[in-house]
């Protein structure tokens, strides 16, 4: 099974800043990964997928980069909806897998 | 507007049963992949299954193996996840999600069913 170590686990973060969290893979996955990101009380929402390719209708200001085992989600200038939790998942086989979470607070 | 709606989700005793359903509504639900991902309370997410679109390809998380079955019903744009053998840990929010294309990544999801395993 393939494990996904997100870093750091929380992040304390002003509006303004540049953020990056880290997913490393125990094994390699090429580009198969995607970032969600969960605000307390709802369901996570699609990001990024295939590591890099920006979903429909998220703000430029999120980016994704990496492939093999390291992996990373940019916040270029954090806005204050994107005060939440991030989550790294990988589609590279059976079973899918989610990181254990990165909770952006607010500093 | 592609819109994803459990039901179904309850408090239940250890041993007990529960079928969780999703009713879907502005897309061609037989066109796509289905999934159920869970989240324990405070917890993060977890893969629980994933079904193709015409129901013959079912896959599962091995602690979930031989208990849970998902299975659709394309006439009436709905999923399912009935749960045998209920244990304390699979207590959690559980949510339904669509894949994008033939990738399991999951673009749209319902709003979460809480099921609570508890004696």
């Known amino acids: 099974d393939i494990h996904l170590t997100q870093s750091p686990s929380f992040l304390s973060a002003a509006v303004g800043d540049r953020i990056t969290i880290t997913c490393r893979a125990s094994q390699d996955i090429r580009n198969c990964l995607a970032w969600y990101q969960q605000k307390p009380g709802k369901a996570p929402k699609l990001l990024i997928h295939?590591?890099?390719t920006l979903q429909s209708g998220v703000p430029s200001r999120f980016s994704g980069s990496g492939s093999g085992t390291e992996f990373t989600l940019t916040l270029s200038s954090l806005q204050p909806e994107d005060f939440a939790t991030y989550y790294c998942?990988?589609?590279?086989?059976?079973?899918?897998?989610f990181g254990g979470g990165t909770e952006v607070d607010i500093k | 507007e592609v819109q994803l709606v459990e039901s179904g989700g309850r408090l239940v005793q250890p041993g007990g049963s529960l079928r969780l359903s999703c009713a879907v509504s502005g897309f061609t639900f037989s066109g796509f992949w289905m999934t159920w991902v869970r989240q324990a309370p405070g917890k993060g997410l977890e893969w629980v299954a994933n079904i193709k679109p015409d129901g013959s390809e079912t896959l599962y998380l091995d602690s979930v193996k031989g208990r849970f079955t998902v299975s659709r019903d394309n006439a009436k744009n709905s999923l399912y996840l009935q749960m045998n053998s209920l244990r304390a840990e699979d207590t959690g929010v559980y949510y339904c999600?669509?894949?994008?294309?033939?990738?399991?990544?999951?673009?749209?999801w319902g709003q979460g069913a809480l099921v609570t395993v508890s004696s």
């Open positions: 998942q990988h589609r590279h086989s059976y079973p899918l897998s």
């Open positions: 999600a669509r894949l994008l294309g033939t990738e399991s990544t999951f673009d749209y």
């Open positions: 295939s590591a890099s």
